[in-house]
């Protein structure tokens, strides 16, 4: 659901960030692209790995090759304020 009136109220929950013959978020690009619109800076909760400075790392360089700069929810100590 999109909350245009509320950017902290706006998600993107990917189960999958890989699919076969495709490169890393490739196959929803486009909806995070509709999704940020002229947003720039996203917050990443990268929970979905063990090694989360990677999986930041990796999410980041992919997003910045969409113009896009990330904040990750683990590099501080109240991930709160990033969401507010």
Same mark, same amino acid.
């Given at each position: *659901?999109?909350?245009? &009136? !509320?950017? @902290?109220?706006?998600? /993107? /929950?990917? $189960? !999958? !960030?890989? %699919?076969? =013959? /495709? =490169? +890393?978020?490739?196959? %929803?690009? =486009? &909806?995070?692209?509709?999704? /940020? =619109?002229?947003?720039?800076?996203?917050? +990443?909760?990268? +929970? #979905?790995?063990?090694?989360?400075? @990677?999986? #930041? #790392?990796?999410?980041? &360089?992919?997003? #910045?090759? *969409?113009? +896009?700069?990330?904040? $990750? @929810?683990?590099?501080? !100590?109240?991930?709160?304020?990033?969401? &507010?």
């Amino acid at each position: *659901m999109f909350w245009p &009136e !509320s950017p @902290a109220g706006n998600l /993107l /929950l990917i $189960s !999958s !960030s890989n %699919v076969h =013959g /495709l =490169g +890393f978020l490739d196959h %929803v690009e =486009g &909806e995070i692209r509709d999704l /940020l =619109g002229k947003i720039q800076k996203v917050l +990443f909760v990268p +929970f #979905a790995l063990y090694d989360r400075d @990677a999986y #930041a #790392a990796k999410v980041g &360089e992919r997003l #910045a090759r *969409m113009g +896009f700069t990330l904040d $990750s @929810a683990h590099l501080t !100590s109240q991930p709160q304020r990033l969401v &507010e």
